[in-house]
């Protein structure tokens, strides 16, 4: 069964640091990963997706994710944070169609000024 | 850019109620599916829908769950006889096709007293 798991429960960086969320997954075939970011009281809002080609794929808000199957990672980056980037941001992969996602618990991030 | 939207935004019900929420997808969106996310936990898949049918459902999607789509763009989910391990926020989202994600709705938090 596909599951994936965000080991950071609550992560606090500076305004302007650099941030990495991370995520790994289990999946028997090619994975479709997705990062996904919820602001209080908001709905889920795709951030990126990666299918195929290009590990590294870059996302809205200035967020890059970098595919790496030999770690089944797919950890998120921003290079320098803004004080609007504190959410809740959620890892999901699904399978080839349109089935199911399956969500990390997700990781909580904090921007201290 | 075109929205789900999901109402109402909250709802509080007593124990063994009925209630129906409402969704919107985008229009030209052919999948669609219902998620819930208990507070503090992660998202969880519910139901996905296409062609008119149910396509994949979990353990949780019980006999006390329905989905329905009356009129072409309206996509409901009914909870027949609420249980107070209800309470959680339900969103809606729908897919064009299975590289796209979802776009999800902003959520119904439901409460059951």
């Known amino acids: 069964a596909q599951s994936v798991t965000q080991p950071d429960i609550h992560i606090t960086v500076s305004e302007g640091a650099s941030l990495e969320l991370r995520c790994n997954y289990s999946?028997?075939?090619?994975?479709?990963l997705f990062w996904y970011v919820q602001s209080p009281g908001q709905g889920l809002q795709l951030l990126l997706k990666y299918f195929s080609g290009d590990t590294l794929v870059q996302g809205i808000k200035g967020f890059e994710a970098e595919f790496k199957r030999s770690q089944s990672s797919f950890n998120l980056r921003k290079p320098s944070v803004h004080w609007s980037d504190a959410a809740e941001y959620f890892c999901?992969?699904?399978?080839?169609?349109?089935?199911?996602?399956?969500f990390g618990t997700g990781t909580r991030l904090t921007i201290i000024p | 850019e075109p929205e789900v939207t999901q109402t109402p935004s909250h709802q509080v019900t007593q124990m063994g109620q009925e209630v129906i929420l409402r969704c919107v997808p985008i229009?030209?969106?052919?999948?669609f599916y219902w998620y819930r996310q208990i507070l503090g936990q992660k998202v969880e898949f519910l139901v996905s829908f296409y062609n008119n049918e149910i396509s994949e459902k979990s353990e949780i999607f019980d006999d006390q769950f329905s989905v329905e789509r009356p009129d072409g763009s309206n996509f409901t989910l009914k909870i027949r006889s609420t249980k107070l391990e209800d309470s959680a926020m339900y969103f809606c989202a729908s897919s064009e096709g299975y590289r796209d994600g979802y776009t999800f709705g902003s959520g119904t938090r439901l409460t059951v007293v």
């Open positions: 229009s030209n969106h052919l999948y």
């Open positions: 999901a992969v699904g399978p080839f169609g349109n089935e199911k996602l399956t």
């Open positions: 999946y028997g075939a090619t994975p479709y």
